[in-house]
């Protein structure tokens, strides 16, 4: 029998390339890189599909992966109870998929990972708010660098999933985003900041959950050990996740 049935099957959502090309769906290719590097078979959903559609996936998946980048809109303030911005680039389409996915997944007891703005739509999805726009500080958050360039520090809480995958408490990360976690969502807690104390990391507020959302890019930093470990920690317990539900379903068979 082929090892392929042993490797987790990983949701990534994926949204319209906007504003210029909203007929364009956008992925960047080292997500998918880094997914089946670590041992993982991605899984596109893609907007405009209902919820029970998308439930129906998230029944048949091991993980879910939230990504970000270039291009990338913003989730709808409505969300957390503000109006939108003049900056604010809005995808209706992609929230209501990452929203009813991630209910989904924490539903389920399934590892999640957000990514940018993957990490501020896991956040208003589970009843937390965002900056919309940082203003201009000591540290840039939208440097114009390449995405494999360090562009600040990024501070562990000790103690912290991402510490002990780092085994550091003091990182250098890329950046590239405009909005951040305002008001983390109760089911979260904040584990890591730049060092403006722009939130940068969130976890599970319950250890024995596997919800992590970052604010900067390792898909884009790998070749580096401690950003590499986020993914096959997050394939791992997938695979984990994986092997017990099918054990409950051979059970109650």
Same mark, same amino acid.
């Not at 209501?96 to 539903?107: K, P, Y």
């Not at 440097?143 to 408490?169: I, M, Q, T, V």
């Given at each position: 029998?082929?090892?392929?049935?042993?490797?987790?099957?990983?949701?990534?959502?994926?949204?319209?390339?906007?504003?210029?090309?909203?007929? $364009?769906?956008?992925?960047?290719?080292?997500?998918?890189?880094?997914?089946?590097?670590?041992?993982?078979?991605?899984?596109?959903?893609?907007?405009?599909?209902?919820?029970?559609?998308?439930?129906? $996936?998230?029944?048949?998946?091991?993980?879910?992966?939230?990504?970000?980048?270039?291009?990338?809109?913003?989730?709808?303030?409505?969300?957390?109870?503000?109006?939108?911005?003049?900056?604010?680039?809005?995808?209706?389409?992609?929230?209501?998929?990452?929203?009813?996915?991630?209910?989904?997944?924490?539903?389920?007891?399934?590892?999640?990972?957000?990514?940018?703005?993957?990490?501020?739509?896991?956040?208003?999805?589970?009843?937390?708010?965002?900056?919309?726009?940082?203003?201009?500080?000591?540290?840039?958050?939208?440097?114009?660098l390449p995405l494999d360039a360090?562009?600040?520090?990024?501070?562990?809480?000790?103690?912290?999933?991402?510490?002990?995958?780092?085994?550091?408490?003091?990182?250098?990360?890329?950046?590239?985003?405009?909005?951040?976690?305002?008001?983390?969502?109760?089911?979260?807690? $904040?584990?890591?900041?730049?060092?403006?104390?722009?939130?940068?990391?969130?976890?599970?507020?319950?250890?024995?959950?596997?919800?992590?959302?970052?604010?900067?890019?390792?898909?884009?930093?790998?070749?580096?050990?401690?950003?590499?470990?986020?993914?096959?920690?997050?394939?791992?317990?997938?695979?984990?996740?994986?092997?017990?539900?099918?054990?409950?379903?051979?059970?109650?068979?």
């Amino acid at each position: 029998m082929s090892d392929t049935v042993h490797r987790p099957l990983i949701a990534v959502t994926v949204g319209r390339d906007l504003p210029d090309r909203p007929s $364009v769906l956008r992925l960047t290719e080292n997500y998918v890189r880094v997914l089946t590097g670590a041992g993982a078979i991605p899984i596109v959903i893609v907007p405009g599909i209902d919820t029970a559609a998308v439930q129906y $996936v998230m029944e048949r998946v091991d993980g879910l992966l939230l990504p970000g980048g270039i291009g990338a809109p913003d989730p709808h303030p409505r969300h957390f109870g503000e109006d939108p911005r003049p900056e604010t680039v809005i995808d209706t389409d992609l929230d209501a998929l990452e929203i009813a996915a991630i209910h989904r997944a924490v539903r389920l007891g399934m590892p999640v990972l957000g990514i940018c703005r993957g990490c501020q739509i896991l956040n208003v999805s589970l009843g937390g708010s965002l900056i919309q726009h940082l203003e201009p500080g000591d540290v840039s958050h939208l440097p114009g660098l390449p995405l494999d360039a360090e562009a600040h520090e990024l501070r562990l809480e000790d103690g912290s999933r991402l510490a002990r995958l780092s085994g550091a408490r003091l990182l250098r990360v890329n950046s590239l985003h405009h909005q951040a976690i305002a008001r983390p969502a109760p089911a979260l807690r $904040v584990v890591g900041r730049a060092e403006d104390g722009v939130v940068e990391a969130v976890e599970s507020a319950d250890p024995d959950r596997w919800i992590t959302g970052v604010q900067y890019h390792p898909e884009e930093l790998t070749s580096q050990p401690a950003h590499r470990r986020l993914f096959e920690d997050f394939i791992s317990c997938s695979a984990r996740y994986a092997a017990d539900r099918d054990q409950e379903r051979t059970v109650s068979a």
